[in-house]
Antibody, heavy 124, light 107 residues
Framework: QVQLVQSGAEVEKPGASVKVSCKAS????????IHWVRQAPGQGLEWMGW????????NYAQRFQGRVTMTRDTSISTAYMELSRLRSDDTAVYYC?????????????????WGQGTLVTVSS | EIVLTQSPGTLSLSPGERATLSCRAS???????LAWYQQKPGQAPRLLIY???SRATGIPDRFSGSGSGTDFTLTISRLEPEDFAVYYC????????FGGGTKVEIK
């Protein structure tokens, strides 16, 4: 069965960087784009961007341009999201999610499998 | 950038009642790219509806979606205890975006 398993919770200081991993299993990793979505405490969902695991191509939401980097390691079916220059308002649960099979090979953010989420706390 | 506004913010209903949730877009959205998700506390979102009106795999038929252009609706025909949650609409074309959510709570 399809599973996305994310790395554990992180606590970082303002100005630092954090890197969250998302290990995929149960399907061919390179066939489906991975998106990253975050959710601040008590708030809604915010789309951050996507990575094409096949080519490594990325597309980031404008508000994260210059601060976010999405990468992948196909040898271990794992995607990564690194966010730099952290601020207190980056405190959130970060999710990776896989594109629905209908959009296999495409970027559309219809997300049917989600990781369990990784809480990133930014605090001095 | 398309902004999605959901209303009401909170819906207080009893089990067995009908729930009607609204999602309004700041500009026209292709119904092909409009989805709804359900999220319960401490859980990741769950895909309910895509293409504005198609139910995702395993979603009960009490959930239905409709709408076009800038106005979309999620209807839960008869609320079950497990349906009390937060619901988000999403446009998943270029520059994806989520609405702010509607919480369906027990009255």
């Amino acid at each position: 069965q399809v599973q996305l398993v994310q790395s554990g919770a992180e606590v970082e200081k303002p100005g630092a960087s954090v890197k969250v991993s998302c290990k995929a299993s149960g399907y061919t990793f390179t066939d489906y784009y991975i998106h990253w979505v975050r959710q601040a405490p008590g708030q809604g969902l915010e789309w951050m961007g996507w990575i094409n695991p096949n080519s490594g191509g990325t597309n980031y939401a404008q508000r994260f341009q210059g601060r976010v980097t999405m990468t992948r390691d196909t040898s271990i079916s794992t995607a990564y999201m690194e966010l730099s220059r952290l601020r207190s308002d980056d405190t959130a649960v970060y999710y990776c999610a896989r594109v629905h099979y209908y959009y296999s090979g495409a970027y559309y953010a219809l997300l049917d499998y989600w990781g369990q989420g990784t809480l990133v706390t930014v605090s001095s | 950038e398309i902004v999605l506004t959901q209303s009401p913010g909170t819906l207080s209903l009893s089990p067995g009642e009908r729930a009607t949730l609204s999602c309004r877009a700041s500009q026209s959205v292709s119904s092909t790219y409009l989805a709804w998700y359900q999220q319960k506390p401490g859980q990741a979102p769950r895909l309910l509806i895509y293409g504005a009106s198609s139910r995702a795999t395993g979603i009960p038929d009490r959930f239905s979606g409709s709408g076009s252009g800038t106005d979309f609706t999620l209807t839960i025909s008869r609320l079950e205890p497990e349906d009390f949650a937060v619901y988000y609409c999403q446009q998943y074309g270029s520059s994806p975006a989520f609405g702010g959510g509607t919480k369906v709570e027990i009255k």
